[in-house]
């Protein structure tokens, strides 16, 4: 992605809070990412609002009319609302840190809210289906060791709740006698996610069929010349699994995560924990968890008590 294109006072700030974001706040690169693409926007719309590209003078003396247009201009656009709420957090946390920085102190962005987002309910697999998957999808490559490979990138998913950028992220030398995996998150936060017997079994099948000799900083998970396995890879194994079990399509490896929190809440298991394996920094993302187990029980509910049943008759 280019820089952002702005007045040289501008351009200069916006690198001073990139570096704020990377170095203070531990923000990811793909976040720092995401809140660039946003920050162009805002600006390309104040360029052509003005006519001219805004300077740090600018920035300091718009008014509640001016972000109510970019709001305006971005519903009208089609954007849905969820990338409406993150841009706007992108522009609080710019203009927060012109403020603390003295360069820019604008009153009105305080007041900005974007519309509600409605709450959204992660879709997880049954956990039959969740299995099918990581036994089936092994069948897919003609090479033994690249279905292997995969089933216990399935398996590490579901079995330990990670993203697939977490999994594809681990080296060999992370795998070892312990029962538990150190995982890099978001922003660089570690967490230690329990190793479960029947993921560590997976996982030592795949490895010693890999005709790969991975030294303790290799990549976990390699791809047929072993570098580190590609994402889009591993995605399009999901999407051939999904298509040959006719599961949803919203039956991604990022299912298998939210299947992990989701089964081990209808298990018993308590928010806190469950939000300290996910790595989760707030403990409402994880509270989203409970809303997807209400509607599992209104299901069985349904389909089972006879009350229900003769309600329907």
Known sequence: MKPVSAEP??????GQWQDWLRHE???AENTILGYEHDLRGFLDFLTEHLGYPPGLGELARLGALDFRGFLANRNNAGLSRTSTARAVSTLKSFFGFLERRGLAANAAIHALRPQKVPKSVPKALTAE???EAIARIGELDETPWVGKRDRALL???YGCGLRISEALGLDRGQVTAADSLRVKG???KERLVPLLPVVRSALDDYLEACPH????DDPLFVGVRGKRLNAGIAQKQVRRVRKMLNLPDTATPHALRHSFATHLLAGGGDLRTIQELLGHA???TTQRYTDVDAARLRAVYEHAHPRARRASD
Not at 9 to 14: L, P
Not at 213 to 216: C, Q
């Open 9 to 14: 006072s501008v351009a200069a700030a916006i």
């Open 25 to 27: 706040r531990r923000a």
């Open 129 to 131: 289906e969740a299995l």
């Open 155 to 157: 398996m590490t998913l």
């Open 186 to 188: 978001k922003g660089g």
């Open 213 to 216: 000799a991975l030294e303790a």
């Open 282 to 284: 707030s403990l409402s």
